[in-house]
């Protein structure tokens, strides 16, 4: 009887290390947003799992009323690079805005310069990348907040860049 207790504990404390061990596989990292030029205007989060990441921004300094949208810029451990859709919205009055989103290993969508996606979640460097799409036009803002130069209005300018590097 007391060995198939003592195996018991023994079963409960090899489950106990396996789930802290998963819920510690995710790895955190948080990033100034800044403009071009250097100035702090938000902070970004960016969560890794050995499948993926997500990513929570807050900035600052936008013009209210622009379509605004977010680009993934993922640097491979293999050499390559991936530019893809990440999030957009409109602005709303006061030029602060929140931004989340997800990518996971492989996938593709979005991608706008032929990349190949997120190959390793866990190695790869990351900028977060704020590209203004000029005022929002209605009949067109779905387009604008989803596209990086389709919809441009006039043009589109990247404003912001938060760079979150492989630990």
């Given at each position: ?22 819920a ?5 990292t ?71 989103g ?65 630990g």
């Amino acid at each position: 009887m007391k060995r198939r207790i003592l195996v018991a504990l023994a079963l409960v404390g090899l489950l106990s290390v396996v789930v802290v061990s998963h819920a510690g596989a995710a790895t955190k990292t948080t990033s100034p947003v800044t403009t071009f030029a250097g100035a702090v205007v938000g902070t970004s989060t960016l969560t890794r799992t050995s499948s993926g990441i997500s990513f929570s921004l807050s900035t600052t300094g936008l013009e209210a009323g622009h379509a605004v949208t977010i680009w993934w810029m993922v640097f491979n451990p293999n050499g390559s690079v991936s530019v893809q859709y990440a999030a957009g919205h409109v602005i709303d009055q006061g030029g602060a805005a929140e931004f989340g989103g997800a990518l996971r290993e492989g996938d593709t969508d979005g991608v706008i310069n032929g990349g190949p996606g997120l190959l390793d979640a866990l190695a790869a460097n990351v900028v977060l990348v704020v590209r203004d799409h000029g005022p929002a036009d209605p009949p067109r803002v779905s387009e604008q907040i989803h596209t990086f130069d389709d919809v441009c209005n006039p043009t589109c300018t990247d404003l912001q860049i938060s760079m979150h590097a492989a630990g």
